[in-house]
């Protein structure tokens, strides 16, 4: 098992016992590895764009990794102009800095992407691949991933990441509009932020991502994939991609479109124990069809509007459903099975859902705060929990706190299941804090800690059905809305 050092360029690397290695450039060292080795980047700024077609083993996965000391910075060397796609996602040929084909065991950590444009890191068909500690500035993705049919791409992990697509904040700020970025505008196009920290298309799944924290981007997670992968029937879907993702222990900030984001199928998704601090939407599951789809104790805030008033797509929402039907009557909800929303928290300026449908919803022991309808601009009326949301036999919000002064006696009348609703002047005790648009989290420390009325509030137990014949129990006397994971005591996630 070597030690393989690279540097920008090739170079006699002395050593302090008098003898001396040789630093080869990056592509030569990755070249040069086998199962075990380690390439260590010395410090500097690497202009040169590398591919990864080398293996490890799982006990001896190869590592590319930073210096001890100081910074390896991969500089693309691109600008935005570069991540447009004309509303493509990213293909083999586009540009990524470290482009992995067909790689398997092989772990990346501690550097550092610049000026990497549309991509970061690109991947296809690989398997049990770990990128962890690095941080990465602009970029339409930091890693894009996708596989073929006989090749999968699964084994994922995601852990430590810092990313900020938009250091200017020309998105929060208001000079570049949603409509914009997604290519609406005939008169400026901004498409390149049209990405994601985490984007794929088709993959198999088995992908996690935690510790992150992702902040002045269009969308941080987005998984795409395509129609003929959505089998089985309404009550019993199957997704045969995009399959078991975690996502936990994560911030997002300043999110102008959506934080987490599966496209058209998810299967066996846990969404844990993370900040959302101003999202548009924290989650966005319009039109997805769900299998075991659970989202647990996270802490919501949203007290910002994006943008400049006045400008479109500003209202934003916790949880973005399937809009109402249009002229042509739209697509129906899709099928889904153990849709979760369960000790949750959130203190918003936003609704709880709008405007949305959904085949199925279960939401337990959720507390909501309401700021005002325009807050922070103006007074009003605290926002509705749900606006204009279209209830069925199959959505069920059971033992939930909110400050809505029509809470919930204005949602029973639309035939709606409310069981165990509770009325409160204040949900949380919230401190004042004094925002950073540079701060992770704009400031906020992470906390809603639950206002006098909630906080003797304890649960009932209950059981949520898997995918695959197991079950979460939850046990009775927890507190409502979010909390540490372990509160739960549940063997597994």
Not at 396 to 403: G, K, S, T
Request: hydrophobic share 35%; glycine share 10%; proline share 6%.
């Amino acid at each position: 098992m070597a030690l393989i050092f690279a540097a920008p360029s090739l170079r006699r690397r002395d050593n302090t016992d008098q003898s001396s290695d040789w630093a080869f450039d990056l592509q030569t060292a990755i070249g040069k590895a086998r199962p075990g080795d380690t390439i260590e980047l010395l410090p500097g700024r690497y202009p040169t764009p590398t591919v990864i077609a080398i293996s490890g083993t799982k006990t001896h996965p190869i590592t590319i990794r930073g210096p001890r000391r100081g910074r390896a910075v991969l500089d693309g060397g691109k600008t935005r102009d570069d991540g447009r796609h004309g509303g493509l996602e990213p293909l083999d040929g586009d540009f990524a800095f470290l482009k992995l084909f067909g790689a398997v065991h092989i772990v990346i950590e501690n550097l550092s992407f610049e000026n990497c444009w549309p991509n970061a890191i690109y991947l296809r068909s690989c398997r049990d691949v770990t990128v962890r500690g690095c941080s990465g500035t602009g970029g339409r993705y930091f890693l894009y991933a996708r596989q073929t049919d006989q090749k999968p791409t699964k084994g994922l992990v995601l852990d430590g990441i810092t990313w900020v697509q938009d250091p200017d904040h020309d998105m929060w700020d208001g000079r570049h509009t949603w409509p914009e970025v997604k290519g609406k505008r005939d008169h400026f196009d901004a498409s390149f932020f049209n990405g994601a920290m985490l984007g794929a298309f088709d993959i198999e799944g088995q992908v996690v991502v935690r510790n992150c924290k992702i902040s002045h981007a269009f969308n941080a997670i987005r998984m795409d994939i395509r129609e003929k992968r959505i089998e089985g029937t309404k009550k019993e879907p199957r997704i045969t991609r995009n399959r078991n993702v975690r996502i936990h222990d994560n911030s997002f900030a300043f999110i102008r479109d959506n934080a987490v984001e599966p496209e058209l199928g998810a299967e066996d998704w846990c969404i844990y124990n993370n900040r959302f601090y101003n999202c548009h939407a924290a989650f966005s599951i319009d039109g997805v069809a769900m299998r075991d789809f659970i989202v647990l104790a996270n802490w919501v805030l949203n007290d910002r509007r994006p943008g400049l008033i006045g400008q479109d797509n500003q209202g934003g929402k916790v949880f973005k459903f399937l809009g109402p039907p249009d002229k042509t009557g739209n697509m129906p909800p899709r099928a889904r099975k153990g849709f979760w929303s369960i000790f949750n928290s959130a203190q918003t300026r936003t609704t709880y859902a709008k405007k949305g449908r959904t085949s199925e919803w279960n939401d337990r022991y959720t507390l909501l705060g309401l700021y005002d309808a325009e807050y922070p601009e103006n007074a009003g009326p605290p926002r509705e929990a749900f606006d204009r949301f279209e209830w069925n036999d199959d959505v069920e919000v059971q033992d939930m706190v909110c400050n809505d002064p029509r809470f919930p006696k204005q949602y029973r009348c639309e035939g709606t299941k409310l069981p165990g609703a509770v009325k409160v002047v204040q949900t949380f005790d919230l401190c004042d804090f004094d925002c950073c648009a540079n701060h992770p989290l704009g400031g906020w420390n992470g906390e809603l800690p639950p206002g006098e009325e909630a906080r003797d509030l304890t649960s009932k137990a209950f059981k949520i059905k898997r995918v695959d014949g197991s079950e979460l129990h939850f046990k009775s006397g927890l507190s409502y809305g979010a909390q540490p994971v372990a509160a739960f005591d549940l063997k597994e996630l």
